[in-house]
């Protein structure tokens, strides 16, 4: 039973109706007493993610202000612009965790909007917390989704930090003097 299935029928209400009125389509069928094969788990998940995302965000801008930075946040484009200089945007990644299976972390990267630094936010396994942050350019992504594992080697992994210090750093006003 899908949303399409829904659409498709005559006489019932759209899956948007019954979105609408339940907040999912798994809630719907759990209280009609369906069980779906699929686990859909996942959905749970990035609905969380897409709330947490404006506060991980917000926590970025208040730091790179407390360096000294001035940031620009376009909402539409969901881009922040640093310094007037360069821009970047944040993506949350889930961890997908599969019975006997190590973790990955898949990105997708959009080529047409893309920033000059994405700030890859992979969760811990709970998809509670940030586990850890990629700051990929804009140059070395060759790939419109990346698939990460616990490790990925030098090429990718290079630019894994434990926090984004290094990333308020590189925005942190600093004064030249003696300049000839």
Not at 15 to 37: D, E, I
Not at 76 to 89: G, K, Q
Not at 97 to 108: C, D, G, N, Y
């Amino acid at each position: 039973l899908s949303g399409a299935l829904i659409d498709d029928a005559e006489g019932v209400p759209s899956s948007a109706s019954y979105r609408y009125r339940f907040s999912s389509l798994v809630n719907a069928y759990r209280l009609v007493g369906y069980t779906p094969n699929r686990d859909f788990e996942y959905i749970e998940i990035n609905k969380r993610l897409r709330e947490l995302h404006p506060n991980l965000l917000g926590d970025v801008v208040q730091d790179l202000e407390t360096v000294g930075a001035t940031v620009d946040h376009d909402p539409e484009s969901r881009l922040l612009t640093i310094n007037e200089t360069y821009t970047a945007a944040m993506c949350l990644s889930r961890c997908r965790q599969a019975a006997e299976r190590s973790p990955k972390w898949l990105v997708r990267f959009d080529r047409e909007a893309a920033a000059d630094i994405t700030i890859v936010v992979r969760m811990d396994p709970a998809n509670d917390m940030p586990s850890d942050y990629y700051l990929i350019p804009r140059l070395d992504i060759e790939w419109a989704k990346l698939s990460l594992s616990e490790h990925n080697g030098a090429r990718i992994d290079t630019y894994r930090f434990a926090s984004l210090c290094f990333f308020h750093d590189m925005a942190a006003c600093v004064s030249v003097e003696g300049v000839a």
